[in-house]
């Protein structure tokens, strides 16, 4: 393996008891709309001009939102709930994950770069509640944290910010780029969406003589007209008949599935998840001239910037590619030329 790596850091990986999913979407059924009903007096951070000031991170906080004001409308939800800020102008560049978990009513989380001009916005985290992963604060720019709720929810919160170890991933030498524009909100995937995408689109991989291939791509979540999607990118390959494996390191929590029931409605597949920097590893047996759809995208549905790196190093692989007759890869790819 060739992963040029900075720094392996161990996170906690956000799940979620109250969603499901459905394609690469992410569903929340259950939405309250309330909330522990908790008041705190609060007089400071009512607005932007009486923002509680951080003095550096990590820090952490605690309060409650019933007895504030709704100021502001969050970028990610419709929202009337009362909402609570934060101030924080780093002095040096630091990447931070901000969360609300432990909160005890459906919050909404929003950061700006200056009064009214949203860079990250979440709904639902952990749980219903809130956060936002591996985001950029650079120096002398004067961030604000709000704290809001989904609806009218209020109640009491907690406010984390923890710092992040730096993480790059770097395309070894021999690794292709993956090559498909960089996601973005109400991105249309038409390159490799694989079973996610109208048509299916998926990309095949050309092995070398010794049956391995590298991967060179780039992946994030967006927001798609208020729904939370990730983008999901799916290689099409082939067996030699012995043990197909594929290793996939990431500058985000990932998710990689081996898919060999290549059928979009009844998939049949492994799958593997790693936290940031970290190694997902599959293998399996594959029949000689068989395909495999590899698939690679965030195990989260917010918060990871669509230039996101990551690496997919295979082996086991029929050498050359057997074309898709099912997609004219050629024309698909020449759109972005």
Not at 40 to 46: A, I, L, P, S, T
Not at 58 to 79: E, H, I, K, L, Q
Not at 208 to 232: E, F, L, N, P, Q
Request: glycine fraction near 10%; hydrophobic fraction near 40%; charge should be negative.
């Amino acid at each position: 393996m060739r992963w040029l790596v900075f720094c392996t850091v161990v996170l906690c990986l956000a799940s979620s008891a109250y969603a499901y999913e459905t394609g690469n979407k992410f569903i929340v059924p259950v939405k309250d709309g309330v909330g522990d009903g908790m008041a705190d007096m609060r007089e400071g951070g009512e607005a932007y001009a009486d923002a509680l000031v951080i003095p550096a991170v990590p820090y952490t906080d605690s309060g409650a939102t019933c007895d504030n004001r709704d100021d502001v409308m969050p970028s990610c939800v419709a929202s009337t709930a009362m909402d609570v800020f934060y101030a924080f102008t780093p002095a040096a560049d630091v990447n931070v994950t901000v969360d609300l978990c432990g909160s005890g009513y459906d919050t909404v989380l929003e950061i700006q770069d200056g009064i009214g001009v949203p860079i990250a916005c979440n709904d639902d985290y952990c749980g219903l509640q809130s956060g936002i992963e591996f985001i950029t604060l650079y120096a002398g720019h004067t961030y604000y944290i709000i704290v809001d709720g989904y609806s009218t929810a209020c109640g009491s919160y907690m406010l984390n910010i923890t710092v992040n170890q730096e993480c790059v991933v770097e395309c070894p030498m021999g690794g292709v780029a993956e090559g498909e524009p960089e996601c973005g909100d109400n991105y249309v995937d038409m390159y490799n969406g694989g079973c996610n995408s109208t048509p299916w689109i998926f990309q095949p991989v050309c092995a070398a003589s010794d049956g391995t291939a590298i991967i060179c791509g780039k992946s994030g979540t967006y927001s798609y007209y208020g729904w939370s999607y990730r983008d999901t990118d799916w290689f099409e390959v082939y067996g030699n008949g012995g043990l197909m494996m594929a290793q996939c390191i990431a500058e985000f929590s990932l998710q990689l599935l081996m898919i060999y029931g290549t059928d979009c409605s009844y998939p049949q597949y492994s799958s593997a998840t790693a936290l940031r920097c970290e190694v997902a590893v599959l293998g399996r047996v594959i029949a000689p001239g068989s395909m495999v759809w590899m698939w690679v995208g965030p195990s989260v549905f917010s918060g990871v910037s669509c230039a996101s790196d990551y690496v997919l190093e295979m082996s086991g692989l029929q050498p050359g590619v057997t074309p898709n007759e099912d997609t004219n890869w050629g024309e698909i790819k020449s759109l972005f030329r």
